[in-house]
């Protein structure tokens, strides 16, 4: 009898199933074990035509999973990357692009400062400060005066976006006055801010921008001026 049909045991076949515990680890998982074993047998293959083929191939199989990604150059670069990365930086292969180096992947970014601001008045925000600060760099002249009344209106529809209710300009010209330390003085000025009922509606206008889709308005069968429901209109004319 041929030993390709040969009847296996199937205790022998449970106890020599592979295990992904027992596999070596995935370095791009993404792309699936088979497509690491490919890049595994090409590091192996000694010719050099033969493993440049075996990679460019390789290469056509990654950029099937993104087809529409495939002839963009920068998304090709990608790929001849990742592909010296899954073989453990072991292909040799010309590639079209620089090749990476482990050190140059290992490499840690800079660690970022964050602000460490602690503001008093929180509902301003930090980018309140830094306008401020412009402003007080600033010679004295009508640019600079401009510059205030923005910062101004723009602390006061702050305020709103927390506080619902209204508030004084005066208010607004004594917080702007502290954070400015005391350099933008606008207690005595006689300029009016903008309207409270403005700002809140564009408060609102913007919240109802940031509003998730996918909530269906429901319809009732009501005229939206009266409320009531619309009457029925019987058609005399015939036809």
Do not use: C
């Not at 030993?3 to 106890?15: F, G, L, R």
Request: net charge positive; glycine share 4%.
């Amino acid at each position: 009898m041929n030993s390709k049909y040969i009847k296996e045991n199937a205790n022998d076949t449970v106890h020599h199933l592979e295990y992904n515990a027992e596999r070596s680890h995935l370095i791009i998982p993404e792309y699936g074990r088979h497509l690491q074993k490919l890049i595994d047998q090409a590091t192996k293959i000694e010719d050099d035509v033969e493993r440049n083929k075996a990679a460019k191939y390789i290469i056509q199989v990654m950029g099937s999973l993104n087809p529409h990604l495939r002839d963009v150059p920068d998304f090709q670069h990608k790929l001849w990357d990742q592909i010296f990365i899954m073989s453990d930086f072991k292909l040799v292969a010309d590639s079209p692009y620089p090749i990476p180096s482990r050190e140059v992947l290992q490499l840690k970014p800079d660690v970022l400062k964050y602000p460490q601001n602690f503001p008093k008045y929180r509902y301003y925000g930090n980018n309140i400060k830094y306008m401020i600060d412009v402003a007080n760099k600033w010679e004295e002249g009508e640019m600079k005066n401009a510059l205030v009344k923005v910062i101004a209106n723009h602390m006061k529809k702050s305020y709103l976006s927390w506080n619902k209710d209204t508030v004084k300009d005066d208010v607004i010209f004594e917080h702007l006055y502290e954070l400015s330390g005391g350099k933008l003085n606008l207690l005595q000025s006689t300029e009016e801010l903008l309207n409270t009922t403005d700002l809140l509606r564009t408060n609102k206008r913007v919240s109802n921008k940031i509003t998730p889709v996918g909530q269906p308005k429901i319809l009732s069968n009501k005229n939206l001026k009266t409320g009531k429901p619309k009457p029925f209109v019987k058609n005399n004319n015939p036809k």
